[in-house]
């Protein structure tokens, strides 16, 4: 066991992470597992968006540097062009003084991209996106089209509000669901459609408030009905108006969080991995919202194809 030295906390350097930081001849960390995570997320703005100046042509721009920000940013469409060149900022290294301050000052003279987006088409407003079409605030988000206010969605069209979503349709308000259409505020729901307040539901239609149900069709609160009885209740429910949806999620949730069981982590085809929201991992420590990765630890938003013998350990990030 080792000891945090900054918030003195007990953390254990698994058996893997110690063979791979040798093979990198890395020292071991000194920092536990959370406030590693702490110090790369101090270190990367996702989703705050600023007016600023761009400094190669002057022009009012949209990026993740403040305006008082030290570094010099261009915008993101002058930054892929040849209008400039990083090897003007070359300088030579001091072996005399420490490293870091040097690598700070070229980090400042050389000019930083506004936002980290690439082959978006009308999708200004969003950060860490790509391949994205006639989206608003989306972030971490790759191959969507017509989606607003999401985070982490990948390969959806006409979401809003959506949160680890993959190839869902006609979303609103639903967090790790995949290839779902037309679902509102559900979660970890999966191929299904047509529904209102899912949690842990598969191959569901047509169903209302259910939790836990597999290749269901009209339920509402884990009551079977009839098709007639199912959509003569949804008119009672009156699903348009926010007062009456806001009392059905209350019942939702009281019925829920009374009735449901949980399993204990969100993931399948895994084998010897902890984490949360994961799919077709081996050997991972501490892993969330991963899929397809080996021999890995403390990753966020990762995956990479079987093919490839990956070794990744995001402590190396932050000692
Ligand atoms: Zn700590």
């Not at 790369?40 to 022009?59: D, I, M, P, Q």
């Not at 721009?61 to 469409?77: E, G, K, L, R």
């Not at 569901?204 to 939790?211: D, I, L, Q, V, Y």
Request: charged share 25%; aromatic share 12%; net charge negative.
């Amino acid at each position: 066991m080792s000891s945090c030295r900054l918030c003195e906390s007990a953390f254990t350097v698994h058996p893997q992470e110690k063979s791979f930081l040798e093979k990198v001849s890395l020292p071991e960390p000194t920092l536990c597992p959370t406030c590693r995570r702490q110090g790369r997320f101090a270190w990367r703005n996702e989703r705050r968006l600023y007016h600023r100046k761009c400094g190669l042509t002057g022009k009012q721009i949209i990026s993740v540097y403040a305006p008082d920000s030290p570094y010099s940013v261009y915008d993101q469409h002058e930054w892929y062009t040849d209008k400039w060149d990083a090897m003007q900022q070359g300088r030579d290294f001091n072996f005399s003084k420490p490293f870091f301050p040097q690598f700070d000052a070229l980090m400042k003279a050389t000019p930083k991209i506004s936002v980290f987006t690439s082959n978006n088409l009308n999708s200004d407003y969003t950060n860490g996106a790509q391949q994205d079409k006639n989206c608003y605030m989306i972030f971490v988000s790759d191959h969507d089209e017509d989606c607003y206010y999401s985070y982490g969605i990948d390969s959806c069209s006409s979401c809003i509000e959506c949160l680890n979503c993959f190839k869902c349709v006609l979303c609103i308000e639903c967090v790790d669901c995949s290839e779902s259409y037309n679902l509102a505020h559900s979660e970890r729901s999966h191929n299904c459609r047509d529904s209102f307040f899912l949690s842990d539901c598969k191959g569901c239609a047509n169903c209302f408030g259910c939790f836990g149900l597999r290749n269901k069709q009209h339920c509402i609160f884990n009551e079977q009905h009839t098709k007639e009885e199912y959509e003569k209740k949804l008119q009672e429910l009156n699903t348009g108006n926010f007062r009456t949806l806001s009392s059905a999620r209350d019942v939702f949730l009281r019925k829920s969080g009374e009735q449901q069981i949980h399993q204990f982590y969100d993931g399948n085809g895994n084998e010897n991995v902890t984490g949360d929201h994961i799919v077709h991992c081996r050997d991972c420590i501490e892993c969330y919202d991963s899929a397809d990765l080996e021999n890995c630890g403390y990753l966020i938003f990762s995956s990479s194809p079987k093919t490839v013998s990956t070794v990744m350990w995001s402590s190396i990030t932050v000692r």
